[in-house]
């Protein structure tokens, strides 16, 4: 309350004026005091000097005349003025008359003024007046100023007072208004007081009148709004809910919906259903067709499935479907599920805009999973996956397939992959082909190899199917040409590099090969040994690309001849520079005759074509004895030489 | 003989003489030359710096004058204030012939018709007049003083040529003006 107090407006204005005044008072009081005070010396003085003045010339007179009577008379009737208290006249230094008056009080203060007297014409000084003048009118001045002072301060004290009091009186109504409101609510409006007074503060009260009106108003219509807000949102927030664990397709529970129900329970099976090459369907009929045929083979499984207790069917995406048991379930009646849904599937035609659709279907599968950490749909997701790669009709998940096993191993190679990217650790290796009848290094091939985080130089053979897998090949194969092409750029000495029918439809691997090869002017050196040929399927657009190549000056070798099913007819149509003879064929070439036969075959074919031969795999003399034997034009072997980092000292 | 005849003539003389207050004369020979000075045009009645004051007499009172001239003398000795101060005599009888330039003139007791031509002079030549007789104000002459209680200052206001003679007015307002 004391608080309040001191800082209510009233206080304030109250105290700033008693300040202001009182500074102003008291400064006015001692100035006015000290200018006073010397006025009113000033006067006595004057009236003191006036009189002296007033009597000198006829002093004067009467002095120069020598007319001491007169002089006499003059004093005796000016000393009738009782605040004249002495008076002495001089003439030469010599006193001529004294006065005192009788009633001068001993100790009482006087002011003393000396006048020349001069003598009347030619105002040469003949003497001096002396007049002690009474300072009691001084005093007396002096003390009714202060009275007068003092009565004027008690009055402006008074004025103060008034004022102050006034002026709680004139904002008192703004408390009365404060009180009013404190306890106002929308919802509750309050009577402002004082509304009927006719100055500020009746404005102001009828101003929060209306505005008390207008918030109730706004109040309430924002109350409505809230509210129509509060419905809006509940139902977009079921709608929401619903999609969230909804498919939008074939309304079935989706994915999350699985999830969560999976996290619930402690035992269940899960099947999941994948229809096989839907991708076909949608891009041969369209996706309005394929749209169609999942909500018929939705409804399908629904019917297939109505009579399972404690079931949940779940679109999982937008060919698979999972259907999940939450109770345990016998192994023999899990199957005859699977069985059931794998056989109707295949008998039933799905039509479609006068369509007739058959559908496959492969099924991954986990049996009374009672994983506490939801790892069902994972499980039942690798036994599809699985099934799908061994061309199963469905698998039901075996924790000794080692599936797990496998795609930890695969994580962990992708780590190790990134992790040699970051650190520059993908290198090409340098392994020399030597002339078999020069015995020099005719060329290298660069191989890659990735250097790990204990030093150890890996062979690609670990890496390169996870990195296909994990869309990481690209990037190792830009880094082997990169690397291959600044390395060669100043050496004399051709190369190759190894690109596989991937490398070659990936547009991006491509412009960036030719961009290293123009940049670093390598061409000449050049050698692109083409990988897996066996079965090219965009024949049209390899063949582009070599032709691409071979006009900018790059030779071109097939890699691995002689395995599989080579087929002869692209040495004709590739229009290629070597052969590089397969390692299998060459091992035991200096054992096995057939491989020999093989092996002459081609080099015979070769040179007819006026192609190079190169024989891989040379591991020992017994065998680089043999490829020479046989006309291979270049030998190419650990016996030889390894896959070496810098292969200059070998020039 | 001759003894008694001077002697008579002496007598006579005396016995037609005009009888002076000694004291008034004193007096006015001290307070007459400082009136003199409290003339604000003085200066333009000086002769040579000098301060030159007749004292017109008749013949009977000859003597008186002489003595009234070495009074003054020896009262300022030739000197008022700052000024030469030279006292002269003048017969009355040789006044038409007068061509000296003076001051004031000091009137002792004349004749009506000698203080008429005297006051005529003066106003001629502002020359300043003290009279000793006070009723001789009347007859033209300009001041004079008497003894009552204390020295009283008479001025005769007609007489006051206020271009010529200008007297302070302290001396004014003190003396009694005669109309």
Request: glycine fraction near 2%; charged fraction near 25%; hydrophobic fraction near 40%.
């Given at each position: ?270 099947i999941i259903v994948n229809i096989d090459d839907f991708k ?17 083979f ?18 999982l995406h937008a060919d698979e479907f999972a ?18 849904i794998t056989?109707?599937i ?13 559908l496959r279907i492969t099924i991954g599968a ?14 039942a997701d690798?036994a599809l996956k699985?099934a799908k790669?061994?061309?199963?009709p469905y698998l ?256 | ?179």
């Amino acid at each position: 309350m004391k608080n309040f107090i001191t800082k209510s407006l009233s206080f304030k204005i109250i105290m700033l004026i008693v300040i202001v005044s009182s500074l102003v008072i008291i400064s006015i009081f001692f100035v006015s005091e000290r200018f006073n005070k010397e006025a009113f010396y000033n006067v006595e003085l004057d009236k003191a000097n006036i009189i002296v003045k007033t009597i000198e010339p006829l002093i004067a007179l009467d002095l120069y005349l020598g007319m001491d009577t007169n002089i006499k008379k003059i004093t005796q009737d000016l000393m009738k003025n009782s605040n004249i208290l002495s008076l002495t006249i001089k003439k030469d230094s010599q006193t001529v008359y004294t006065i005192k008056s009788p009633s001068i009080k001993k100790q009482e203060t006087f002011l003393s003024v000396t006048q020349d007297i001069l003598q009347p014409n030619s105002k040469r000084k003949i003497g001096t007046i002396s007049l002690d003048y009474s300072s009691q009118n001084y005093q007396k001045l002096i003390n009714n100023y202060r009275k007068f002072t003092f009565i004027l301060s008690f009055v402006l004290i008074v004025l103060f007072l008034l004022l102050s009091i006034y002026i709680q009186k004139l904002l008192s109504p703004l408390r009365t208004i404060s009180n009013a409101l404190k306890n106002y609510h929308p919802d509750k409006p309050v009577n402002i007081p004082l509304v009927k007074e006719h100055n500020e503060i009746g404005l102001i009260s009828k101003a929060l009148h209306r505005m008390q009106k207008k918030i109730t108003e706004h109040s309430k219509e924002q109350k409505n709004i809230n509210e129509n807000l509060e419905r809006l949102v509940n139902i977009k927030t079921l709608e929401l809910q619903s999609q969230l664990y909804t498919n939008n397709l074939t309304k079935l529970p989706n994915r999350l919906s699985l999830l969560k129900s999976i996290s619930l329970l402690e035992e269940k099976s899960l099947i999941i259903v994948n229809i096989d090459d839907f991708k076909e369907i949608n891009d041969f009929y369209g996706h309005y067709i394929g749209d169609d045929i999942l909500v018929q083979f939705a409804k399908k499984l629904q019917e297939l499935t109505h009579t399972i207790e404690y079931r949940e069917l779940v679109h999982l995406h937008a060919d698979e479907f999972a259907l999940l048991i939450k109770t345990k379930i016998s192994e023999e009646k899990f199957i005859n599920i699977i069985q059931t849904i794998t056989s109707s599937i295949e008998h039933t035609l799905f039509a479609s805009d006068n369509n007739m659709i058959n559908l496959r279907i492969t099924i991954g599968a986990v049996l009374n999973d009672n994983d506490p950490f939801a790892n069902t749909l994972e499980k039942a997701d690798i036994a599809l996956k699985l099934a799908k790669k061994k061309s199963l009709p469905y698998l039901i998940y075996d924790k000794n397939l080692g599936i797990e096993k496998q795609y930890k191993t695969n994580m962990q190679w992708v780590h190790k992959l990134k992790e040699a990217f970051k650190n520059d650790n993908v290198l090409p290796y340098f392994q020399p082909i030597y002339d078999n009848t020069t015995q020099k290094i005719a060329s290298c091939e660069s191989l890659v190899r990735l250097i790990d985080n204990d030093g150890n130089i890996i062979s690609p053979f670990h890496f390169l199917t996870v990195a296909k897998k994990s869309r990481l090949y690209p990037e190792i194969t830009r880094i082997v040409i990169q690397k291959s092409c600044q390395y060669f750029q100043n050496i004399d000495c051709d190369f190759s590099i190894n690109l596989s029918i991937e490398d070659m439809l990936h547009d991006e691997t491509i412009e960036y090969l030719k961009e290293q090869i123009i940049f670093y002017n390598i061409a000449h050196k050049m050698t692109i040994e083409i990988l897996e040929t066996e079965g090219i399927e965009n024949y049209e657009e390899v063949a582009s690309f070599l032709t691409q190549m071979k006009k900018m000056g790059c030779k071109i070798a097939i890699d691995d001849f002689g395995s599989g099913y080579s087929s002869f007819e692209y040495l004709l149509k590739l229009h290629v520079d070597y052969i590089k003879i397969d390692g299998t064929l060459i091992k035991n070439i200096d054992t096995d005759t057939n491989s020999a036969i093989v092996v002459e075959t081609i080099v015979n074919f070769a040179k007819k074509l006026n192609i190079l031969t190169v024989a891989e795999f040379v591991h020992n003399k017994a065998v680089f004895e043999k490829v020479k034997e046989l006309g291979v034009d270049r030998s190419q072997g650990f016996y030889l030489s390894e896959p070496k980092d810098d292969i200059k000292n070998l020039l | 003989m001759r003894k008694y005849l001077l002697l008579c003539l002496f007598f006579v003389h005396s016995l037609y003489a005009y009888v002076y207050n000694d004291l008034l004369l004193k007096t006015q020979a001290t307070i007459f030359p400082k009136i003199i000075l409290l003339d604000q045009n003085l200066v333009d009645k000086l002769h040579n710096n000098t301060v030159t004051l007749a004292i017109v007499y008749e013949k009977e009172d000859f003597y008186i004058a002489q003595n009234i001239q070495k009074l003054i003398e020896k009262h300022y000795n030739s000197l008022l204030d700052e000024y030469k101060f030279h006292v002269i005599l003048l017969d009355i009888s040789k006044i038409k012939n007068f061509n000296e330039k003076v001051t004031a003139f000091y009137v002792l007791h004349l004749s009506e018709n000698n203080v008429t031509e005297v006051s005529q002079l003066a106003a001629e030549k502002d020359i300043i007049t003290f009279s000793y007789d006070l009723e001789n104000l009347q007859k033209g002459l300009l001041f004079s003083v008497t003894i009552e209680q204390a020295p009283t200052f008479y001025l005769n206001k007609k007489n006051l040529y206020p271009e010529n003679v200008n007297f302070v007015p302290p001396l004014l307002q003190m003396v009694k003006f005669i109309d």
